[in-house]
């Protein structure tokens, strides 16, 4: 790969401007490919080695949920049926007990299901899709050191060691959430930042195939919630599963040993430690440390005409939504619209970007924290069964008065913040609803009891309540 940047001097007012995409992961590889299909000169800087030659893959691995606003976006590229011909489709989450029953609950109508995708594979297909641009050129092993707002300078540490300087018209910081295209943000006035870690970190184990085939039934999203903790497993094209186990870090703190592992997979997952096998369980519980989950924060995520922050260096969200990479991928096509509407003028785009997307990517950060409570605790609560059920069977009669917010948030492109206001909305409607019928079927029921009574006043209560079978229900 390319390991010398061309160093571009200020461009002629009649051609194209230069954009410096910092960072190569998901988000900033497909932004090359928007920035350089509307015709900007892109170069692309990623600190890391290129990972389509590298031999083990460095960073995060736990498997990506595409859903519909990722599938937009790459949809805009020309990139969304590749991508979803190497997906495996999750219909439903399936839920296990201690006991090892399993129930369905499914994401939607039969028609919505997400996608598992492997985050190795989706980078390197952007990144062969930007570089098949000839106004993109990527640059590898290339770490930001500094850069200037008002001379558009950057500063990198290149592959050989040497400090080199790049300039750019805009600078686009897809780095992460520890961007160091944000620091230059941090020495601002009146600019937001908060980053928040959860007390829960995960490590990932594999689930093998069995005779060649799946362990357990493909076309889910696995979950094992245990109250304070859980398992996922999420299906690999190699008919494996990617098991993360998500839990406090002062309880992997008491696992110390392999002995001690077992022990613990064995009274909370059973039915799983036959699939994984007990000396794999053992050795690859300890391959890695539990690894820490940030959510950040930021507002805005503009300066000036200059320089814009998108996905994890924006708003990186915990994982329990599946929708981080979704929220980043939104934001391309959400500021590529924003690009038509103001005719490419720098100054009003990244105003009115920074406008659009925090309030949603605030939103998207809320939900993804109150996820996990749900997906470890509430997916075992009869109400919340009884709950989905009822929103599920009042969208059907009534579509467009009521939406599960996890269809709006995973199957539609409602802002995120219009999808938590409308959820709020329909919750107050359900509940004083079935407040309402709950009164009126007492007072109901007081009534019969009284006219009972009148008509046979010898009887008794025993009498009456294996008369009425209704009675029950009070």
């Known amino acids: 790969m390319c390991s010398t940047p061309a160093k571009t001097m200020d461009p002629q007012p009649?051609?194209?401007?230069v954009v410096a995409v910092v960072g190569g992961g998901l988000v900033g590889a497909l932004n090359a490919s928007f920035l350089a299909k509307r015709g900007f000169q892109v170069q692309l800087f990623e600190s890391r080695e290129d990972i389509r030659q590298a031999k083990i893959v460095r960073g995060r691995s736990i498997n990506l949920a595409l859903s519909l606003r990722g599938r937009e976006a790459l949809k805009h590229i020309?990139?969304?049926?590749?991508?979803?011909?190497?997906?495996?489709?999750?219909?439903?989450?399936?839920?296990?007990?201690?006991?090892?029953?399993?129930?369905?609950?499914?994401?939607?109508?039969?028609?919505?299901?997400?996608?598992?995708?492997?985050?190795?594979?989706?980078?390197?297909?952007?990144?062969?899709?930007?570089?098949?641009?000839p106004n993109t050129k990527l640059n590898f092993g290339y770490k930001l050191s500094d850069w200037s707002f008002d001379s558009g300078m950057m500063t990198f540490q290149g592959p050989n060691g040497t400090e080199e300087e790049i300039y750019a018209d805009?600078?686009?910081?897809?780095?992460?959430?520890?961007?160091?295209?944000?620091?230059?943000?941090?020495?601002?006035?009146?600019?937001?930042?908060?980053?928040?870690?959860?007390?829960?970190?995960?490590?990932?184990l594999t689930m093998p195939p069995i005779n060649g085939q799946f362990a357990i039934a493909p076309n889910f999203l696995h979950i094992w919630?245990?109250?304070?903790?859980?398992?996922?497993?999420?299906?690999?094209?190699?008919?494996?599963?990617?098991?993360?186990?998500?839990?406090?870090?002062?309880?992997?703190?008491?696992?110390?040993?392999?002995?001690?592992?077992?022990?613990?997979?064995?009274k909370y997952f059973p039915d799983a430690v036959p699939l994984m096998g007990v000396a794999a369980l053992k050795r690859d519980f300890f391959q890695l440390p539990a690894q820490a989950m940030v959510s950040v924060k930021s507002s805005p995520y503009h300066m000036g005409d200059r320089?814009?922050?998108?996905?994890?260096?924006?708003?990186?969200?915990?994982?329990?939504?599946?929708?981080?990479?979704?929220?980043?991928f939104e934001d391309c096509i959400v500021f590529d619209g924003i690009m038509d509407q103001f005719n490419e003028d720098l100054s009003a785009v990244l105003l009115e970007y920074s406008k659009i997307r925090v309030p949603d990517d605030h939103a998207i950060a809320d939900l993804a924290m109150y996820n996990?409570?749900?997906?470890?605790?509430?997916?075992?609560?009869?109400?919340?069964?009884?709950?989905?059920?009822?929103?599920?069977?009042?969208?059907?009669?009534?579509?467009?008065?009521?939406?599960?917010?996890?269809?709006?948030?995973?199957?539609?492109?409602?802002?995120?913040?219009?999808?938590?206001?409308?959820?709020?909305?329909?919750?107050?409607?359900i509940s004083r609803g079935l407040f309402v019928c709950g009164t009126a079927s007492a007072?109901?029921?007081?009534?019969?009891?009284?006219?009972?009574?009148?008509?046979?006043?010898?009887?008794?209560?025993?009498?009456?309540?294996?008369r009425v079978p209704a009675l029950k229900w009070f």
């Open 14 to 17: 009649t051609k194209k401007k």
């Open 78 to 133: 020309g990139m969304e049926e590749k991508i979803v011909s190497k997906g495996i489709p999750m219909h439903a989450r399936m839920i296990h007990s201690i006991s090892g029953k399993q129930s369905p609950i499914p994401y939607g109508k039969k028609s919505q299901y997400i996608l598992s995708v492997d985050r190795a594979n989706l980078n390197k297909e952007l990144l062969t899709a930007a570089e098949a641009y």
């Open 170 to 204: 805009l600078i686009v910081g897809c780095d992460g959430a520890f961007s160091a295209v944000r620091k230059q943000f941090l020495r601002q006035s009146r600019f937001n930042y908060s980053q928040t870690y959860i007390p829960h970190g995960y490590i990932e």
């Open 225 to 266: 919630p245990r109250n304070t903790f859980m398992m996922i497993a999420l299906p690999n094209m190699d008919k494996t599963f990617t098991c993360t186990l998500f839990m406090p870090f002062e309880e992997f703190d008491k696992i110390t040993t392999g002995a001690q592992a077992l022990e613990f997979f064995q």
């Open 307 to 328: 320089c814009v922050l998108m996905g994890d260096a924006a708003h990186a969200v915990v994982p329990f939504y599946g929708q981080g990479m979704n929220a980043g």
């Open 372 to 429: 996990y409570i749900e997906m470890r605790s509430h997916v075992n609560s009869r109400w919340f069964l009884f709950r989905k059920f009822l929103d599920n069977f009042l969208h059907r009669i009534m579509p467009r008065t009521i939406i599960p917010l996890y269809t709006m948030v995973t199957f539609s492109r409602m802002r995120y913040h219009e999808a938590v206001r409308q959820w709020q909305w329909q919750n107050k409607v």
């Open 443 to 466: 007072i109901g029921g007081t009534f019969l009891l009284i006219k009972l009574f009148t008509m046979r006043p010898s009887i008794s209560l025993e009498q009456l309540w294996n």
